[in-house]
């Protein structure tokens, strides 16, 4: 709205946006601008407006991306609220955003994430290159809506990921096995590391058969997929 404040937790937002916020004369905040986190060893350092102070990580939202979520919120609340840090650091132990990068540990570890699209996949895929292999693979149990670029998920994710399983998906908006495994092909992954399950209940079995120990099995695609297999793990 005219003369308002925004937010963007996003270091590289799209332009069309800036510009209208700009064309509106509403005051945009942009991470790595007016929102600075500097994240070092002892915790994530802040000089936001109307906020200076340093915060834990956060315990249970993992990913570098959150950093600019938790400048925006503060920055946003700033104007409004007196910002008391320990109560910041609390925040950030207990806040949760289930089925983000939400890892169980295990023997295999089971990694659920509903990125969809391909800015999410990319997140995922930066978070799983850096998480530690324990000598085991990546296991991927993956269904995606017919309305996604799956072409552009697939390519983000194939450099991580050692097996692929594939779950059809039923529904108006859902995308059977067989185009999904062409889809992959198509975006560069080996027909001898993609299984096909006609539904996720047979992906499901079949990723909990394959995984061992040291394994890692991510679940992902789109929150239909994730809830469905986390009904069953859980």
Not at 1 to 24: I, N, S, T, W
Not at 83 to 108: E, F, H, M, V, Y
């Amino acid at each position: 709205r005219p003369g308002q404040r925004v937010y963007l937790p996003d270091a590289h937002p799209p332009a069309v946006l800036c510009e209208h916020a700009a064309a509106l004369g509403a005051s945009a905040y942009r991470y790595g601008q007016e929102l600075r986190v500097d994240a070092q060893a002892d915790g994530l350092h802040l000089d936001l407006p109307g906020y200076h102070g340093t915060l834990p990580y956060p315990t249970h939202m993992h990913g570098a991306h959150q950093y600019g979520h938790l400048a925006a919120a503060i920055a946003a609340l700033a104007p409004w609220l007196a910002l008391d840090t320990a109560k910041l650091a609390a925040a950030c132990a207990s806040a949760q955003n289930p089925a983000r990068l939400t890892l169980i540990d295990g023997k295999p570890r089971w990694l659920y994430d509903v990125a969809h699209n391909a800015d999410s996949a990319e997140i995922l895929a930066r978070y799983l290159h850096a998480l530690p292999r324990r000598g085991g693979r990546t296991i991927a149990l993956c269904s995606i809506l017919r309305d996604k670029d799956q072409h552009a998920i697939y390519r983000h994710l194939a450099p991580e990921i050692d097996q692929w399983i594939l779950a059809g998906l039923g529904g108006p908006r859902g995308t059977d096995v067989q185009t999904l495994a062409a889809h992959a092909r198509e975006a560069g992954i080996a027909t001898e590391k993609l299984l096909s399950c006609d539904d996720i209940p047979a992906a499901y079995h079949h990723a909990r058969t394959l995984a061992r120990p040291e394994d890692t099995v991510v679940v992902f695609g789109s929150f239909v997929t994730v809830a469905a297999v986390l009904e069953k793990h859980i």
